[in-house]
């Protein structure tokens, strides 16, 4: 009858306590300041250089260009930019690499979905993907 009379005693303790959980749905996450999240895309800032294509370590990012159409100008445009968040780790390596900050990392972490098909996104979705866009003059 001690044990039971113990554990009630802490149980009506616990319900006055302040709760520790979040409305998630309705409220947002507190996340960190270097969060990684699912990168935004700034495609007039690309110069089609490949280096966030080559740094990638699974090999997720598909990138082209093409020569631009005015000839007096110099360098390529970009024709398309894809990753592939089914094999994305998000390890924030092709930020770090792009010399012209053309793609950055976001706060945004919400990527479910019921294909895989449905993973692969665009030039246009990730250039749309203005959610949570992460302050990057935070150290």
């Not at 044990?3 to 520790?20: A, M, N």
Request: glycine residues 4%; negative net charge; contains cysteine.
């Amino acid at each position: 009858m001690l044990g039971f009379t113990k554990g009630l005693k802490y149980t009506l303790k616990q319900l006055s306590r302040e709760k520790v959980t979040y409305d998630y749905p309705n409220e947002p996450l507190p996340l960190p300041d270097r969060f990684r999240g699912i990168q935004k895309f700034y495609p007039e800032k690309c110069i089609v250089c490949n280096q966030c294509m080559n740094i990638c370590p699974t090999e997720c990012i598909n990138l082209t260009g093409k020569k631009h159409p005015d000839p007096t100008k110099k360098g390529k445009i970009i024709d398309t930019y894809d990753i592939n968040f089914e094999l994305c780790i998000l390890c924030d390596l092709c930020t770090e690499v792009c010399p012209t900050e053309a793609i950055i990392m976001t706060n945004n972490f919400e990527l479910a979905e019921y294909s895989r098909d449905m993973l692969f996104k665009n030039l246009e979705w990730l250039d749309e993907n203005d959610e949570n866009v992460r302050d990057v003059n935070k150290p």
